[in-house]
């Protein structure tokens, strides 16, 4: 086995420092292109998950009090020098993820630094209300949190870490960040740039590891908030176990998203659109646009181009910046995908290309399309997390609608349509948090971004984000005698 080619110093980034504690169970991160260990790190001990916390509490306290103006300056510095070394955390979040370098370099370290800056930005503009009383006032205050706990998905860790950070701290709170155990390395990176830029020991801390601590982060007295990003088992555990200390909670959970398009579409947008909701990341992404609903005139010609341009996408090593598509993030993911299509073909869809894995080393998985897909086959149901499109055909707008809402999930949907008046009712009737009218799966950091239904609840991003991490406190300002009746 080759040595490690990403080891961080050590696993865990507490109070303003690497920490070890070989006491924690071992456990390896890989390159899932060739199957080597780019790391060996080893998971939190609850003695260190004590330290985290007892660290992030001590230094909430001052943070709060700063300056906003202040907070919001360090975040922005730490977003500039995320933008210098773009180049090397995209490679190392490449060698996490596998993820082809074409897409890091522009969807992971920069859409981390666009939070920070965003909420750098916006730090210093929190305020609360005068509420006019008659002789009396109230007015309001909009406080942080306190210690809030993160908990990370695989396929954006470096976005995911910052879309937490980035709101979290802006507005007084600390952060305690566990990323999936699958790509444990870009938070380390960020914890490092962050005390570059000038945040305090204690505000943002990275402890490694699997559901246990992200367990023991959800439980904890100290935790004031939790925000995971994860699959909707993991959220319906998370979300009872915060429901126990009547912690508040954001959810950014799956999907399987509807993306509809109709007869007047632009063909090659719609192409285009169905390819970025099913294939960017490998299929690893929680809005895709997995079932794609056709209008029946549009069936053929659509279907065409869709094959023409998936063939021709080139899968490879992701460390080629002309690779368009690297493999799954681990074998586990791979496998699930691979029964997924195996499913899909025993169910009775027609595949029309792909449905095998890719090459016999490494994690990759042919971008697949499925075509005659109906509402009732598991691939239609069910989130693959993988590259798997699946084409179900439509043919009026009601019925659409329907078909497109009878789901559990509702974290997103997409509509092509040269038509602006049916794309607006369209999307109104949406049971989705996000909606794109002739676009897919851009998520700007100017967006609240979140789901319905089984997908979560509680926004990132946007100006909704505040909600989120701060809460409200009234003081009641009596300017009169006191009226007691005795
Ligand atoms: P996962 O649910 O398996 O794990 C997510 C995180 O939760 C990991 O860090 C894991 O260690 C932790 N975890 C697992 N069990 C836990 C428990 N009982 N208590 C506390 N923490 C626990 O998800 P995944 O496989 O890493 O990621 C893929 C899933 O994430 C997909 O369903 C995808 O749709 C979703 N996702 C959602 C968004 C979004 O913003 N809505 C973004 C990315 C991914």
Redesign the pocket.
Known sequence: MSAPIAQPRASHFIDGAYVEDSAGATFESHFAATGEVIARLHAATPALIDRALDAATAAQKDWAAALPVARGRILIRAAQILRERNRALSELETLDTGKPLQETLVADAASAADALEYFGGMAATVTGQTIPLGRDMAYTLREPLGVCAG??????PIQ?AA?KAAPALAFGNALVF?????TPLSALALAEILVEAGLPSGLFNVLQ??????????TDPRVAKVS????????R??YA?AAEGIRPVT?????KSPLIIFDDADIENAVGAAMLGNFYSAG?????GTRVFVQKGLRAPFLKRLTERTEAIRLGDPRAEATQMGPLASPA?MAKVLRYIALGQSEGARLVCGGARHGATGCFVAPTIFADVTDEMAIARE?I?GPVLSVLDFETEDEVIARANASEFG?AAGVFTRDLARAHRVVARLEAGTCWINAYNLTPVEMP???VKA??LGR?NGHAALEHYTRVKSVYLGLGDVDAPY
């Open positions: 908990i990370g998905a695989w396929n954006y995911i879309w566990k990323p999936s155990e699958v590891g699997g559901a246990e601590v992200g367990a023991a982060l959800a995971l990003t994860g699959s909707v088992p993991t959220g555990k998370v176990a959810m950014e959970l799956g999907g690893q992404i929680c809005t895709n993911q989130e997390f974290l971004f979140g789901g997908s979560g990132e």
